[in-house]
């Protein structure tokens, strides 16, 4: 399994020569497993590239969204094969007690935010309730769950031939954290237990954390002591806060790597390949 | 994959709320176990929270001696959290409790089902008061 990073700025996107080495386009991951069949989490503006590198004979395609945010599901319109008929995409999303995730989606995906309606492109869409608990696709064996977000927030765990993934993009596990209880009562701790890599939320520093309790996201101590509980084998730190230049990244890595005492940790950066 | 045990966020959210009101609470999971309860509970129940660990649906529903106003034993599958439950219906009650410290209480509940995003039967919380209304 590998996965290969498009977009890793979270909110908006940031394109620009201060954020060009870390990237500017907003959360999207490719995930191939072995036998090259694709899954991509998130929709955010990175989604764009990717899709006009993929392979044209490629039939089908999953795509899992975290969450509805613009931020990862505004390349969606602008990904190459829903204008390719024959092409099926499977979108998977949380589920809302109210409007089914087509629904959700069509807000987004039709006029006047958007010139071409969902039903006149030419791709297949099929669109799914991420089930609650494990469930394949393909090679792979996919995990959701839920976690502490604005919103219905999935993250996200896959495996292949005994390697796992871990993507909790958008996470704020520290609203709702007491050291007083087990690790069952961390919020994305299941997903995250002992994955080879871990995909987190990093989008503060500690300064700027504490002035956006409640906005959900994670500053780089938070996510780094987030992985140590849950012993992964290496932390990407992601969902880059828009505003932070790629000098102020190097600061933080190095900020990063004084605090991982032994863990593994580097910060996303568009282009990455990471292999599991 | 890993099978270390998860607590729904529903669960962890409402943990966390529970433990920042002022409001006594317990919440019972879809078994009827009990999970937890809050801080402010304590005094109520006569025990601190933290020296009770999850209490199975035998333990609870009989350690703090439910009984109406009447002082009639009530069974656990009577209970207004347990009804809320099973009945997926709100529940609203007067009864007496003997907390783990010895002292008889009575108590106004308001319990209602904990239903999650999925639609999936999660439990029940229960909000209660010390009173003397009937």
Redesign the interface.
């Known amino acids: 399994m590998k996965a290969r990073l498009w977009g890793t700025r979270g909110s908006v996107a940031s394109a620009g020569p201060q954020t060009a080495r870390y990237g500017g386009n907003t959360a999207c991951v490719e995930v191939r497993g072995d036998d090259g069949t694709l899954l991509v989490l998130d929709a955010g503006t990175g989604i764009q590239r990717l899709g006009n590198e993929l392979e044209a004979d490629l039939h089908r395609i999953d795509i899992l969204l975290t969450h509805l945010h613009m931020d990862h599901i505004q390349g969606l319109g602008f990904f190459a094969p829903i204008f390719r008929r024959g092409c099926e995409i499977h979108v998977w999303g ?4 109210t409007l089914h995730l087509r629904a959700r989606l069509t807000r987004y995906l039709s006029p006047p935010l958007f010139p071409i309606r969902l039903r006149d492109l030419r791709a297949n869409f099929e669109f799914h ?1 991420a089930p ?1 608990g ?1 469930f394949p696709i393909g090679p792979f ?1 996919v ?1 959701a ?4 977000h604005p919103g ?1 927030t999935l993250g996200y ?1 896959v ?1 292949e031939n005994g390697r ?1 993934l871990a993507y909790l993009s958008d996470h704020e596990p520290a ?2 954290a ?1 050291g ?2 087990g ?5 994305g ?3 995250a ?3 080879d890599i871990l995909i987190h939320d990093a989008q503060y520093t500690q300064a700027e954390r504490e002035e956006r309790l409640g906005w959900g996201h994670s500053s780089v101590p938070e996510a780094i002591d987030f992985a140590q509980t849950a012993g992964v084998g290496q932390l990407v730190l992601f969902h880059h806060d828009p505003t932070r230049t790629d000098h102020q990244m190097d600061l933080l890595v190095a900020e990063a790597e004084g605090l991982a005492d032994g863990l593994a940790v580097t910060a996303a950066r568009e282009g990455d390949v990471l292999v599991l | ?2 099978d ?7 669960m ?2 409402l ?2 709320l529970a ?1 920042h009101l002022a409001i006594p609470m317990w919440v019972i999971d879809a078994e009827g176990d009990l999970v937890f309860f809050n801080e402010a509970a304590e005094p109520t129940l006569g025990v601190r929270a ?1 020296d009770v660990d999850q209490m199975p649906y035998e333990t609870w529903t009989t350690s703090f001696a439910p009984r109406d106003l009447e002082g009639n034993a009530i069974a656990g599958d009577d209970l207004p959290s347990v009804k809320a439950l099973r009945e997926q219906k709100p529940q609203h009650d007067s009864l007496q409790i003997t907390g783990a410290d010895g002292v008889a209480r009575q108590i106004v509940i308001t319990a209602f089902p904990l239903t999650g ?4 039967v999660m439990g029940s919380v229960t909000m209660f008061w010390e009173s003397d209304e009937r």
């Open positions: 949380p589920p809302s007690p309730d609650q494990r064996t995990e769950d839920e976690v502490i219905a765990r495996s796992s609203l709702a007491d007083n209880r690790p069952e009562w961390i919020s701790m299941g997903l237990r002992d994955a | 994959m890993t270390l045990p998860q607590q729904p966020i529903e962890i959210l943990r966390q433990e933290d995003g999925h639609g999936d």
